[in-house]
């Protein structure tokens, strides 16, 4: 390799374009892996990159970066349905269960989807079920007087399941449009605290079907993401994703990896700490985040 | 999921046997193993090329030894520099000279700071130490809540003169505090503040005023082991804007292989000190170096082979 040097750049381009363009596939292939689109999903999405450039004929650099856009593009298929199922039907109120991870936004996630709901005129029931950690329901509860949502609640250390339960009886009872249920941060290799989990939701489920199950996703989760998300889905079958502190340095590749191996599609994306810090998830201007920042 | 790292490196060394050294070709195959491993333990992408190129300089000159096939001889390497890099053995906490000694944690949202804060309290008064925890923390809904009932399970006093929830100067608070603490005849004083983004500018300036109100010992550094290739960016964001003392990687007993300790610790240069492994107050340990390192290789179990070689 150190002999190559000696001929320089310019020689080399003529000679073989295979050569020339291997600074520029390793920043490619650099540009996913750091942000966290993991070493499988990076080998395969350059793979077909490589196979298209080789198509196209030759393609700068700049070309590489709009192809390799494209390609993220269709790794998050912009077809599918994204839309958050939180209207009533039949005159039943739309439950949705929000679960993850320790920390990754939950209760903050809660709080924002019912502001979104009660500014657009609907009604929402908050319901408490994380009644482990400590002032968990207080966070809960401070956010839905933020919002103008009504909470229920139970005592701490209650049966979250009861909890749900309730939350999903008065969201009825009072003709309520949404009831979204909050669940205690757990790390997906609990497995006490997954089954937990799959009670919670088959206790609400005596009030009918969840129309929604989302998990919530910190951006700045590395490989661990795609094990959480395929533990969760095998526990409660989640519907969508919402990636939250997607307004600090990290990318969240690992949607990517998420979508493509489990199907599961990113619905929102948490923005910010504020109530209004919540937007749809939109493929092209995460891919455009994704890859811009060094292209 | 994938093949261990040991069962990768064993494909490249069939031929090796019976050669005494490893060839060049060999050391490359070799690093080219190791970099997607650690890139697959979330090791940050810089962070793993200058521990490649650093091991190749040492595998390149290595003897094949006799008890060892090459593949064991290089993860014992790469343990090896696994365990220097993270930091040999681990540091305990600095103690002010007079007291009271002063600790801020520091962090992400989310990674674990009051949990943290609640830990470190009862650890240290278990230890017989009068520690006194400070909720400085009066922008999350409920943080002075939260603080308030883990001071209360761990036994220890909460300073809380402010509700929180948008209302009080965290800066005032803390910088009260310190008095607060010396009137109390408090020895240790462990300040929670908010999370923070490192791009937060505003944020980190009022993490800096923090700072310079209390003076701390230590200022911890707490970050979720589940963090990815961002693990440098906000390291960086927090060395560079408040400074950091020491380190202490969270929610350690999930299975994310943690490769996060390993850039923290490149980045910052400083000791990881403790280990947070799960929500409950005595879910804490202190770092250990030697495991974090198999556990980002993911090979505890080829370890004990080697050990015993
Ligand atoms: N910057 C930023 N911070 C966020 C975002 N979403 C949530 N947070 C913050 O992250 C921290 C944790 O959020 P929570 O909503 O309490 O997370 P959780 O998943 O409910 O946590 P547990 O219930 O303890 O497992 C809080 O400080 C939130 O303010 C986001 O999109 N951006
Ligand atoms: N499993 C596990 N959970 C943890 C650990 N440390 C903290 N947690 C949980 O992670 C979530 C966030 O912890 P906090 O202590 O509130 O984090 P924080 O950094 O203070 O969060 P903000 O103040 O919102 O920035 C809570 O659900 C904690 O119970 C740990 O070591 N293991
Ligand atoms: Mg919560
Ligand atoms: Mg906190």
Same mark, same amino acid.
């Given at each position: 390799?150190?002999?190559?040097?000696?001929?320089?750049?310019?020689?080399?381009?003529?000679?073989?374009?295979?050569?020339?363009?291997?600074?520029?596939?390793?920043?490619?292939?650099?540009?996913?892996?750091?942000?966290?689109?993991?070493?499988?999903?990076?080998?395969?999405?350059?793979?077909?990159?490589?196979?298209?450039?080789?198509?196209?004929?030759?393609?700068?650099?700049?070309?590489?970066?709009?192809?390799?856009?494209?390609? /993220?593009?269709?790794?998050?298929?912009?077809?599918?349905?994204?839309?958050?199922?939180?209207?009533?039907?039949?005159?039943?109120?739309?439950?949705?269960?929000?679960?993850?991870?320790?920390?990754?936004?939950?209760?903050?996630?809660?709080?924002?989807?019912?502001?979104?709901?009660?500014?657009?005129?609907?009604?929402?029931?908050?319901?408490?079920?994380?009644?482990?950690?400590?002032?968990?329901?207080?966070?809960?509860?401070?956010?839905?007087?933020?919002?103008?949502?009504?909470?229920?609640?139970?005592?701490?250390?209650?049966?979250?399941?009861?909890?749900?339960?309730?939350?999903?009886?008065?969201?009825?009872?009072?003709?309520?449009?949404?009831?979204?249920?909050?669940?205690?941060?757990?790390?997906?290799?609990?497995?006490?605290?997954?089954?937990?989990?799959?009670?919670?939701?088959?206790?609400?489920?005596?009030?009918?079907?969840?129309?929604?199950?989302?998990?919530?996703?910190?951006?700045?989760?590395?490989?661990?993401?795609?094990?959480?998300?395929?533990?969760?889905?095998?526990?409660?079958?989640?519907?969508?994703?919402?990636?939250?502190? /997607?307004?600090?340095?990290?990318?969240?590749?690992?949607?990517?990896?998420?979508?493509?191996?489990?199907?599961?599609?990113?619905?929102?994306?948490?923005?910010?700490?504020?109530?209004?810090?919540?937007?749809?998830?939109?493929?092209?201007?995460?891919?455009?985040?994704?890859?811009?920042?060094?292209? | 999921?994938?093949?261990?790292?040991?069962?990768?490196?064993?494909?490249?060394?069939?031929?090796?046997?019976?050669?005494?050294?490893?060839?060049?070709?060999?050391?490359?195959?070799?690093?080219?193993?190791?970099?997607?491993?650690?890139?697959?333990?979330?090791?940050?992408?810089?962070?793993?090329?200058?521990?490649?190129?650093?091991?190749?300089?040492?595998?390149?000159?290595?003897?094949?030894?006799?008890?060892?096939?090459?593949?064991?001889?290089?993860?014992?390497?790469?343990?090896? *520099?696994?365990?220097?890099?993270?930091?040999? *053995?681990?540091?305990?906490?600095?103690?002010?000279?007079?007291?009271?000694?002063?600790?801020?944690?520091?962090?992400?949202?989310?990674?674990?700071?009051?949990?943290?804060?609640?830990?470190?309290?009862?650890?240290?008064?278990?230890?017989?130490?009068?520690?006194?925890?400070?909720?400085?923390?009066?922008?999350?809904?409920?943080?002075?809540?939260?603080?308030?009932?883990?001071?209360?399970?761990?036994?220890? *006093?909460?300073?809380?003169?402010?509700?929180?929830?948008?209302?009080?100067?965290?800066?005032?608070?803390?910088?009260?505090?310190?008095?607060?603490?010396?009137?109390?005849?408090?020895?240790?004083?462990?300040?929670?503040?908010?999370?923070?983004?490192?791009?937060?500018?505003?944020?980190?300036?009022?993490?800096?005023?923090?700072?310079?109100?209390?003076?701390?010992?230590?200022?911890?550094?707490?970050?979720?082991?589940?963090?990815?290739?961002?693990?440098?960016?906000?390291?960086?964001?927090?060395?560079?804007?408040?400074?950091?003392?020491?380190?202490?990687?969270?929610?350690?007993?999930?299975?994310?292989?943690?490769?996060?300790?390993?850039?923290?610790?490149?980045?910052?240069?400083?000791?990881?000190?403790?280990?947070?492994?799960?929500?409950?107050?005595?879910?804490?340990?202190?770092?250990?170096?030697?495991?974090?390192?198999?556990?980002?290789?993911?090979?505890?179990?080829?370890?004990?082979?080697?050990?015993?070689?």
């Amino acid at each position: 390799s150190r002999s190559q040097n000696v001929f320089g750049k310019g020689l080399l381009a003529l000679l073989s374009r295979d050569k020339l363009d291997d600074d520029t596939w390793d920043e490619v292939e650099e540009t996913l892996i750091g942000a966290d689109v993991g070493v499988a999903a990076t080998t395969d999405i350059v793979g077909k990159l490589r196979e298209r450039a080789r198509i196209h004929g030759t393609a700068t650099a700049t070309e590489l970066r709009a192809m390799l856009a494209d390609e /993220l593009v269709a790794a998050l298929d912009p077809q599918m349905d994204r839309t958050l199922a939180a209207r009533p039907q039949d005159g039943r109120p739309a439950v949705l269960l929000v679960v993850g991870v320790n920390g990754a936004g939950k209760t903050t996630t809660c709080g924002k989807i019912a502001r979104v709901l009660v500014a657009d005129g609907h009604t929402v029931v908050l319901g408490a079920a994380d009644t482990f950690r400590a002032a968990a329901a207080e966070q809960l509860a401070t956010w839905a007087g933020r919002v103008g949502a009504e909470v229920v609640r139970g005592p701490e250390g209650a049966d979250p399941a009861s909890v749900a339960f309730d939350a999903v009886k008065r969201g009825i009872d009072a003709g309520v449009d949404t009831v979204l249920i909050d669940t205690a941060g757990r790390l997906q290799n609990k497995v006490g605290l997954m089954d937990e989990l799959g009670k919670v939701k088959r206790v609400v489920e005596k009030h009918g079907p969840v129309d929604e199950t989302l998990l919530i996703l910190d951006a700045t989760t590395g490989q661990n993401g795609l094990e959480q998300a395929r533990v969760f889905t095998e526990v409660v079958d989640v519907t969508g994703v919402v990636l939250t502190k /997607l307004d600090g340095t990290a990318k969240g590749g690992i949607v990517i990896a998420v979508q493509r191996k489990l199907g599961i599609p990113v619905k929102l994306v948490g923005l910010g700490e504020g109530p209004d810090d919540l937007a749809p998830f939109d493929a092209r201007q995460f891919v455009d985040a994704l890859v811009g920042a060094d292209a | 999921m994938f093949d261990t790292l040991s069962d990768r490196l064993s494909g490249i060394f069939t031929k090796l046997r019976s050669k005494g050294r490893l060839t060049d070709a060999d050391v490359d195959a070799t690093a080219r193993e190791i970099r997607l491993a650690l890139l697959e333990a979330d090791v940050a992408l810089p962070v793993v090329k200058a521990f490649v190129a650093r091991l190749k300089e040492r595998a390149r000159g290595a003897e094949v030894s006799q008890a060892l096939n090459p593949a064991q001889q290089v993860i014992k390497i790469v343990h090896e *520099e696994l365990v220097a890099t993270l930091g040999g *053995e681990a540091r305990r906490l600095q103690f002010a000279k007079n007291p009271p000694t002063v600790i801020m944690l520091a962090g992400l949202q989310g990674s674990g700071k009051t949990t943290l804060a609640g830990k470190l309290a009862r650890w240290l008064k278990a230890q017989g130490h009068q520690p006194l925890l400070v909720a400085a923390d009066l922008q999350r809904p409920n943080a002075v809540n939260q603080l308030q009932v883990l001071g209360g399970r761990a036994g220890v *006093e909460v300073y809380a003169p402010q509700p929180g929830n948008g209302v009080g100067d965290p800066v005032s608070v803390a910088r009260e505090s310190i008095e607060h603490a010396r009137r109390q005849m408090r020895d240790i004083v462990i300040v929670d503040t908010a999370g923070r983004l490192g791009i937060d500018a505003e944020m980190m300036r009022q993490a800096v005023n923090i700072r310079d109100a209390v003076d701390p010992d230590e200022v911890l550094f707490v970050i979720d082991a589940m963090v990815g290739q961002d693990a440098v960016a906000t390291a960086e964001a927090f060395r560079d804007g408040v400074g950091i003392s020491g380190v202490v990687l969270s929610k350690l007993d999930g299975d994310a292989r943690g490769g996060a300790a390993l850039s923290v610790r490149h980045v910052t240069g400083q000791p990881i000190i403790f280990a947070s492994t799960g929500e409950k107050l005595e879910d804490f340990d202190v770092f250990h170096p030697d495991r974090m390192a198999s556990r980002i290789l993911g090979m505890g179990d080829v370890l004990t082979l080697i050990e015993q070689a």
